[in-house]
Protein backbone atom coordinates (compact mmCIF):
# COMPACT_ATOMS: atom_id res chain seq x y z
CA UNK A 1 0.00 0.00 0.00
CA UNK A 2 1.36 3.05 -1.00
CA UNK A 3 2.16 5.14 2.88
CA UNK A 4 0.90 8.42 1.79
CA UNK A 5 -2.83 6.95 0.98
CA UNK A 6 -2.62 5.26 4.25
CA UNK A 7 -2.06 8.62 5.90
CA UNK A 8 -4.29 10.40 4.04
CA UNK A 9 -7.28 11.89 5.99
CA UNK A 10 -10.85 10.35 4.96
CA UNK A 11 -12.27 12.29 2.23
CA UNK A 12 -14.69 15.38 3.57
CA UNK A 13 -18.20 14.74 3.57
CA UNK A 14 -18.35 18.43 2.73
CA UNK A 15 -17.26 17.76 -0.33
CA UNK A 16 -19.27 15.43 -1.60
CA UNK A 17 -22.36 16.71 -0.93
CA UNK A 18 -23.35 18.72 -4.28
CA UNK A 19 -25.38 21.86 -4.44
CA UNK A 20 -27.25 22.57 -7.61
CA UNK A 21 -29.22 25.05 -8.62
CA UNK A 22 -32.67 25.18 -10.70
CA UNK A 23 -34.53 28.43 -12.95
CA UNK A 24 -37.65 29.43 -10.41
CA UNK A 25 -40.44 28.57 -12.35
CA UNK A 26 -44.08 29.51 -11.04
CA UNK A 27 -46.98 26.75 -12.20
CA UNK A 28 -50.34 26.87 -12.07
CA UNK A 29 -51.61 23.19 -11.67
CA UNK A 30 -54.92 21.56 -10.93
CA UNK A 31 -55.46 18.89 -8.98
CA UNK A 32 -56.26 15.56 -10.23
CA UNK A 33 -56.20 13.42 -7.16
CA UNK A 34 -56.60 13.17 -3.58
CA UNK A 35 -55.84 9.83 -0.98
CA UNK A 36 -55.80 10.09 2.62
CA UNK A 37 -52.98 8.46 4.01
CA UNK A 38 -54.14 7.73 7.48
CA UNK A 39 -55.84 9.97 10.00
CA UNK A 40 -53.35 13.09 9.53
CA UNK A 41 -52.19 12.89 6.52
CA UNK A 42 -53.69 13.72 2.92
CA UNK A 43 -51.43 13.17 0.08
CA UNK A 44 -52.57 15.66 -3.41
CA UNK A 45 -51.54 15.25 -6.59
CA UNK A 46 -51.27 18.32 -9.01
CA UNK A 47 -51.49 18.30 -12.71
CA UNK A 48 -50.36 20.72 -15.47
CA UNK A 49 -49.01 21.09 -18.81
CA UNK A 50 -46.50 23.26 -17.07
CA UNK A 51 -44.88 20.53 -14.61
CA UNK A 52 -43.07 19.28 -18.22
CA UNK A 53 -39.73 20.68 -16.84
CA UNK A 54 -40.10 20.30 -13.43
CA UNK A 55 -37.13 19.10 -11.53
CA UNK A 56 -36.46 18.09 -8.14
CA UNK A 57 -33.44 16.32 -7.43
CA UNK A 58 -33.08 15.48 -3.97
CA UNK A 59 -35.63 14.53 -0.86
CA UNK A 60 -34.96 17.36 0.74
CA UNK A 61 -36.10 20.01 -1.73
CA UNK A 62 -38.97 21.82 -1.15
CA UNK A 63 -42.01 23.86 -3.57
CA UNK A 64 -43.61 27.05 -2.81
CA UNK A 65 -47.19 26.17 -2.46
CA UNK A 66 -49.35 28.78 -3.56
CA UNK A 67 -52.33 29.31 -2.73
CA UNK A 68 -55.38 32.38 -2.11
CA UNK A 69 -55.25 33.98 1.51
CA UNK A 70 -58.00 36.42 2.94
CA UNK A 71 -57.04 38.98 0.35
CA UNK A 72 -55.71 39.22 -2.99
CA UNK A 73 -52.44 41.13 -1.82
CA UNK A 74 -52.26 38.49 1.15
CA UNK A 75 -51.36 35.46 -0.78
CA UNK A 76 -50.72 31.86 1.23
CA UNK A 77 -47.13 30.14 0.38
CA UNK A 78 -46.18 27.82 2.28
CA UNK A 79 -43.05 25.23 2.25
CA UNK A 80 -43.58 21.42 0.90
CA UNK A 81 -41.79 18.63 0.00
CA UNK A 82 -42.11 16.96 -3.56
CA UNK A 83 -43.13 13.45 -2.94
CA UNK A 84 -43.11 12.15 -6.16
CA UNK A 85 -43.10 13.29 -9.54
CA UNK A 86 -44.50 11.31 -12.57
CA UNK A 87 -42.64 13.34 -15.76
CA UNK A 88 -44.91 11.17 -17.91
CA UNK A 89 -48.00 12.30 -16.59
CA UNK A 90 -46.75 15.61 -15.88
CA UNK A 91 -47.64 15.08 -12.18
CA UNK A 92 -46.44 16.26 -8.21
CA UNK A 93 -47.76 14.56 -5.29
CA UNK A 94 -47.40 16.20 -2.30
CA UNK A 95 -48.50 15.22 1.27
CA UNK A 96 -50.01 17.25 3.67
CA UNK A 97 -49.87 16.99 7.10
CA UNK A 98 -53.49 17.56 8.57
CA UNK A 99 -51.86 19.52 11.98
CA UNK A 100 -54.25 22.11 13.85
CA UNK A 101 -54.71 25.20 12.22
CA UNK A 102 -53.32 26.78 9.40
CA UNK A 103 -54.13 27.57 5.93
CA UNK A 104 -52.06 24.83 4.30
CA UNK A 105 -53.23 22.49 6.27
CA UNK A 106 -57.07 23.72 6.48
CA UNK A 107 -57.16 24.23 2.25
CA UNK A 108 -55.20 20.38 2.20
CA UNK A 109 -58.33 18.85 4.22
CA UNK A 110 -60.96 20.04 1.91
CA UNK A 111 -58.87 19.23 -0.97
CA UNK A 112 -60.86 17.95 -3.96
CA UNK A 113 -60.50 17.15 -7.48
CA UNK A 114 -60.69 20.33 -10.03
CA UNK A 115 -59.06 22.64 -7.83
CA UNK A 116 -56.30 24.79 -8.26
CA UNK A 117 -53.10 26.45 -6.78
CA UNK A 118 -49.55 27.64 -7.76
CA UNK A 119 -46.21 25.56 -7.30
CA UNK A 120 -43.16 28.03 -7.19
CA UNK A 121 -39.90 26.18 -7.52
CA UNK A 122 -37.71 24.12 -6.65
CA UNK A 123 -35.14 26.91 -6.61
CA UNK A 124 -32.65 24.39 -5.75
CA UNK A 125 -31.24 20.88 -4.87
CA UNK A 126 -28.51 19.85 -1.92
CA UNK A 127 -27.73 16.16 -2.94
CA UNK A 128 -26.79 13.99 -0.55
CA UNK A 129 -24.80 11.09 -2.01
CA UNK A 130 -26.22 7.84 -1.16
CA UNK A 131 -23.10 5.92 -0.95
CA UNK A 132 -22.45 6.72 2.59
CA UNK A 133 -22.33 3.90 4.98
CA UNK A 134 -25.38 4.84 6.98
CA UNK A 135 -27.91 7.27 6.33
CA UNK A 136 -29.78 8.60 9.70
CA UNK A 137 -33.35 10.06 9.18
CA UNK A 138 -35.24 11.57 12.12
CA UNK A 139 -38.13 14.06 11.87
CA UNK A 140 -42.22 14.46 12.84
CA UNK A 141 -45.39 14.62 10.73
CA UNK A 142 -43.80 17.55 8.56
CA UNK A 143 -41.28 16.07 7.39
CA UNK A 144 -42.73 12.15 6.98
CA UNK A 145 -42.70 13.30 3.48
CA UNK A 146 -39.08 13.70 2.31
CA UNK A 147 -38.06 10.46 4.54
CA UNK A 148 -40.29 8.47 2.88
CA UNK A 149 -39.32 9.69 -0.77
CA UNK A 150 -35.27 9.23 0.86
CA UNK A 151 -35.87 5.46 1.80
CA UNK A 152 -37.63 5.08 -1.58
CA UNK A 153 -34.90 6.65 -3.48
CA UNK A 154 -32.11 4.40 -1.34
CA UNK A 155 -30.53 1.55 -3.63
CA UNK A 156 -30.48 -1.68 -2.27
CA UNK A 157 -27.15 -2.52 -0.26
CA UNK A 158 -27.69 0.83 1.62
CA UNK A 159 -28.29 1.43 5.31
CA UNK A 160 -30.85 3.66 6.85
CA UNK A 161 -31.75 4.44 10.35
CA UNK A 162 -35.36 6.19 10.63
CA UNK A 163 -36.31 7.82 13.81
CA UNK A 164 -39.68 9.31 13.03
CA UNK A 165 -42.50 10.59 14.99
CA UNK A 166 -46.51 10.12 15.01
CA UNK A 167 -48.58 10.97 18.08
CA UNK A 168 -50.86 7.84 17.44
CA UNK A 169 -49.89 4.62 16.26
CA UNK A 170 -52.75 4.90 14.18
CA UNK A 171 -50.11 7.97 12.66
CA UNK A 172 -47.49 5.60 11.52
CA UNK A 173 -46.75 3.96 8.06
CA UNK A 174 -45.21 1.47 6.01
CA UNK A 175 -41.81 3.18 5.06
CA UNK A 176 -41.10 1.30 1.91
CA UNK A 177 -36.95 1.06 0.97
CA UNK A 178 -35.02 -1.11 -0.82
CA UNK A 179 -32.30 -0.10 1.70
CA UNK A 180 -31.94 -2.24 4.78
CA UNK A 181 -33.61 0.29 7.00
CA UNK A 182 -34.27 0.22 11.49
CA UNK A 183 -37.15 2.20 12.10
CA UNK A 184 -38.55 2.82 15.58
CA UNK A 185 -41.31 5.17 15.69
CA UNK A 186 -42.02 7.74 18.64
CA UNK A 187 -44.68 9.74 19.92
CA UNK A 188 -43.36 13.33 20.99
CA UNK A 189 -40.49 15.51 20.37
CA UNK A 190 -39.33 14.58 23.91
CA UNK A 191 -39.34 10.57 22.85
CA UNK A 192 -37.33 11.66 19.56
CA UNK A 193 -34.33 13.23 21.27
CA UNK A 194 -34.23 10.63 23.64
CA UNK A 195 -34.40 7.73 20.86
CA UNK A 196 -31.41 9.42 19.01
CA UNK A 197 -29.61 9.97 22.73
CA UNK A 198 -30.15 6.17 23.20
CA UNK A 199 -28.94 4.96 19.42
CA UNK A 200 -25.47 3.89 18.87
CA UNK A 201 -24.12 5.45 15.82
CA UNK A 202 -22.14 2.71 13.50
CA UNK A 203 -19.37 2.83 13.05
CA UNK A 204 -18.28 4.16 9.32
CA UNK A 205 -19.12 7.52 7.61
CA UNK A 206 -22.84 8.21 7.72
CA UNK A 207 -24.70 11.36 7.10
CA UNK A 208 -27.39 12.26 9.74
CA UNK A 209 -30.82 14.61 8.21
CA UNK A 210 -33.24 15.92 10.92
CA UNK A 211 -36.65 18.00 10.02
CA UNK A 212 -39.25 19.13 12.16
CA UNK A 213 -40.12 21.49 15.01
CA UNK A 214 -37.92 24.09 16.19
CA UNK A 215 -36.80 23.47 19.96
CA UNK A 216 -36.74 19.45 18.94
CA UNK A 217 -34.32 20.17 16.07
CA UNK A 218 -32.13 22.13 18.09
CA UNK A 219 -31.95 19.34 20.76
CA UNK A 220 -30.93 16.70 17.73
CA UNK A 221 -28.11 19.09 16.74
CA UNK A 222 -27.16 19.57 19.95
CA UNK A 223 -27.38 15.65 20.27
CA UNK A 224 -25.45 14.91 17.12
CA UNK A 225 -22.57 17.39 17.93
CA UNK A 226 -21.89 17.23 21.71
CA UNK A 227 -23.01 13.53 22.46
CA UNK A 228 -22.70 11.66 19.03
CA UNK A 229 -19.82 14.03 18.18
CA UNK A 230 -20.82 13.17 14.25
CA UNK A 231 -18.89 15.60 12.09
CA UNK A 232 -20.72 18.85 10.81
CA UNK A 233 -20.14 18.88 7.67
CA UNK A 234 -21.93 14.90 7.34
CA UNK A 235 -25.37 16.52 9.11
CA UNK A 236 -28.37 18.77 8.33
CA UNK A 237 -30.62 20.00 10.38
CA UNK A 238 -33.82 21.82 9.36
CA UNK A 239 -36.66 23.25 11.27
CA UNK A 240 -40.10 22.84 9.27
CA UNK A 241 -42.67 24.80 11.98
CA UNK A 242 -41.96 26.68 14.66
CA UNK A 243 -44.74 27.45 17.27
CA UNK A 244 -46.76 30.29 16.74
CA UNK A 245 -44.95 31.12 13.76
CA UNK A 246 -46.55 30.70 9.96
CA UNK A 247 -44.43 29.45 7.08
CA UNK A 248 -41.11 29.19 8.92
CA UNK A 249 -37.92 27.53 7.65
CA UNK A 250 -34.65 27.47 8.85
CA UNK A 251 -31.30 25.24 8.57
CA UNK A 252 -29.66 25.18 12.07
CA UNK A 253 -26.24 25.76 11.32
CA UNK A 254 -23.76 23.25 12.64
C1 LIG B 1 -38.43 22.56 3.49
C2 LIG B 1 -39.78 22.22 4.10
C3 LIG B 1 -40.50 21.12 3.62
C4 LIG B 1 -41.72 20.78 4.21
N1 LIG B 1 -42.43 19.71 3.73
C5 LIG B 1 -43.63 19.40 4.26
C6 LIG B 1 -44.41 18.32 3.73
O1 LIG B 1 -44.04 17.68 2.73
N2 LIG B 1 -45.59 18.04 4.34
C7 LIG B 1 -46.05 18.76 5.41
O2 LIG B 1 -47.13 18.46 5.91
N3 LIG B 1 -45.34 19.81 5.91
C8 LIG B 1 -44.16 20.15 5.35
N4 LIG B 1 -43.46 21.22 5.83
C9 LIG B 1 -44.02 21.97 6.97
C10 LIG B 1 -45.05 23.02 6.51
O3 LIG B 1 -44.45 23.96 5.64
C11 LIG B 1 -45.56 23.73 7.78
O4 LIG B 1 -46.22 22.81 8.59
C12 LIG B 1 -46.46 24.92 7.46
O5 LIG B 1 -46.37 25.79 8.55
C13 LIG B 1 -47.90 24.52 7.21
O6 LIG B 1 -48.62 25.68 6.86
P1 LIG B 1 -50.06 26.00 7.44
O7 LIG B 1 -50.61 27.11 6.62
O8 LIG B 1 -50.85 24.75 7.56
O9 LIG B 1 -49.77 26.51 8.92
P2 LIG B 1 -49.10 27.91 9.35
O10 LIG B 1 -50.00 29.05 9.04
O11 LIG B 1 -47.72 28.00 8.77
O12 LIG B 1 -48.98 27.74 10.91
C14 LIG B 1 -50.15 27.85 11.76
C15 LIG B 1 -49.82 27.29 13.14
O13 LIG B 1 -49.66 25.88 13.02
C16 LIG B 1 -48.42 25.47 13.56
N5 LIG B 1 -47.88 24.35 12.73
C17 LIG B 1 -47.36 24.42 11.48
N6 LIG B 1 -47.00 23.20 11.05
C18 LIG B 1 -47.30 22.34 12.05
C19 LIG B 1 -47.17 20.94 12.20
N7 LIG B 1 -46.65 20.15 11.21
N8 LIG B 1 -47.59 20.38 13.35
C20 LIG B 1 -48.13 21.13 14.35
N9 LIG B 1 -48.29 22.48 14.27
C21 LIG B 1 -47.87 23.07 13.12
C22 LIG B 1 -47.55 26.72 13.43
O14 LIG B 1 -46.51 26.70 14.36
C23 LIG B 1 -48.54 27.83 13.72
O15 LIG B 1 -48.70 28.02 15.11
C24 LIG B 1 -42.24 21.56 5.27
C25 LIG B 1 -41.52 22.69 5.72
C26 LIG B 1 -40.31 23.01 5.15
C27 LIG B 1 -39.56 24.22 5.66
Redesign the pocket.
Known sequence: MNPESALAPPPSPERRVQRVRHELHRRDVEVVRVEPLGPHFVSVTFHAPSLAGFRSDSFDD?VKFMIDGPSPDEP?Q????P?RFDAGRRELT????L????????WARQAQVGQRAVIGGPRGSMIIPVDYDWHLLVG???AL??ISRRLEELPAGTRAIVIAQAAEPAGQRELASAATVQAQWVDSGQATVQALRELQLPGGEGYAWCAGEAAVMAQLRNVLLAEKRHPKEAMKV?V??????????ETLEA
Open positions: HVRDYTRIEFAHGDGPAADDDSPAAYWKPGASDFH
